[in-house]
């Protein structure tokens, strides 16, 4: 198990604000497992207009968030033979929001690999704020060479 800072996460993946959802990742079991961080702040900007007078962060950047937690458990996972490659999504099912996040959370990631198979992995997320479900879903993803795009 292992943590990553901010500076190795922007080396692992290529997202960048106002998108990049990933503070620290708190244990990741390489190909396996992760837990991240993402501080939820007022000066996001999507929180100018979702919604103005009760910001609430949106669903979809929630998955984002699982999403680019599970890039870095194939990233890791990968080492040098990831280099030069991108993982995009291919499915999202079963999404649920059930609480919703707001400013001063501390968003709590938890993604788990179940299945992989060449170059596309299945996770299932979850996030959590103190401990309470505020997102689900599962979920997968393609590794592909960033040129073939």
């Not at 503070?23 to 100018?48: C, Q, Y």
């Not at 207009?49 to 999403?67: T, W």
């Not at 194939?74 to 079963?94: L, P, Q, R, S």
């Amino acid at each position: 198990m292992s943590t990553i800072d901010i500076n190795r996460i922007m080396e692992m993946i290529p997202h960048r604000y106002p998108i990049l959802l990933v503070d620290r990742v708190l244990e990741l079991v390489p190909g396996e497992s992760a837990e991240a961080l993402k501080n939820v702040t007022i000066n996001e900007p999507h929180f100018m207009g979702h919604f103005p007078g009760y910001p609430v962060m949106p669903g979809v950047l929630i998955i984002e968030a699982m999403a680019q937690t599970a890039a870095l458990v194939v990233v890791e996972d990968m080492g040098a033979a990831a280099e030069g490659k991108v993982v995009y999504f291919m499915t999202i099912d079963n999404a649920r929001f059930r609480r919703p996040v707001t400013p001063g959370d501390a968003l709590h990631i938890h993604v788990t690999k179940t299945q992989s198979r060449a170059n596309v992995w299945k996770f299932k997320g979850e996030a959590k704020v103190d401990g309470k479900v505020c997102a689900e879903a599962v979920f997968s993803a393609m590794i592909t060479d960033k040129e073939s795009t």
